[in-house]
T-cell receptor, first 113, second 111 residues
Framework: GAGVSQSPRYKVAKRGQDVALRCDPI?????LFWYQQALGQGPEFLTY????????KSGLPSDRFFAERPEGSVSTLKIQRTQQEDSAVYLC???????????FGDGTRLSIL | RKEVEQDPGPFNVPEGATVAFNCTYS??????FFWYRQDCRKEPKLLMS???SGNEDGRFTAQLNRASQYISLLIRDSKLSDSATYLC????????????FGKGTKLSVKP
């Protein structure tokens, strides 16, 4: 596609529910990244894929967070047993290769009630 | 110490003013540097890469000082449409693939 596509744009869930956020990167981009952005803060790194391999997941805040990219294109970020502190904008970015400028999707705004 | 530090602002300037943003980074092994722009409730968008020799793109000039671990962005003849948050971004390099973002500097250009 022309750009990074994320869905849904907005997600409201009750505390304790599981959510799944989808990212469709730019076609041909090897590297895919997930970031979490709280209000008034810069994006914080969560995890990074090179093709289907998850090379770095050091930013995932807890074992409730899980990401996958099984075929090296679309990626899903799953959050289990959501908590209020999970409320944030979740940004996906892709780049042709690591170290090149990243292109961001519109983000998913997650609100946990 | 945060890995990437920026003055959060806000910078309130009149149209036509020149404004400069500064950024420092802590990892001397960092390899690539960028400025991103983020409008309210929008995603970050690449403004420009930053090279050691300094680079210019129209009204925007970026500079890097590796010895001081310092990056700057200069905006000349600012426009109303320049109002946004400017994010200083560093690529760690090595096995890390991710970018490290500063918290951003908010710019508001007034008529």
């Amino acid at each position: 596609g022309a750009g990074v596509s994320q869905s849904p744009r907005y997600k409201v869930a009750k505390r304790g529910q599981d959510v799944a956020l989808r990212c469709d990167p730019i076609s041909g981009h090897v590297s895919l990244f997930w970031y979490q952005q709280a209000l008034g803060q810069g994006p914080e790194f969560l995890t990074y894929f090179q093709n289907e391999a998850q090379l770095d997941k050091s930013g995932l805040p807890s074992d409730r967070f899980f990401a996958e990219r099984p075929e090296g294109s679309v990626s899903t970020l799953k959050i289990q047993r959501t908590q209020q502190e999970d409320s944030a904008v979740y940004l996906c970015a892709s780049s042709l290769v690591s170290g090149q400028p990243q292109h961001f999707g519109d983000g998913t705004r997650l609100s946990i009630l | 110490r945060k890995e990437v530090e920026q003055d959060p602002g806000p910078f309130n300037v009149p149209e036509g003013a020149t404004v400069a943003f500064n950024c420092t980074y802590s990892n001397s092994a960092s390899q690539s540097f960028f400025w991103y722009r983020q409008d309210c409730r929008k995603e970050p968008k690449l403004l420009m890469s930053v090279y050691s020799s300094g680079n210019e793109d129209g009204r925007f000039t970026a500079q890097l000082n590796r010895a001081s671990q310092y990056i700057s962005l200069l905006i000349r003849d600012s426009k109303l449409s320049d109002s946004a948050t400017y994010l200083c971004v560093v690529f760690g390099g090595g096995s890390q693939g991710n970018l490290i973002f500063g918290k951003g500097t908010k710019l508001s250009v007034k008529p």
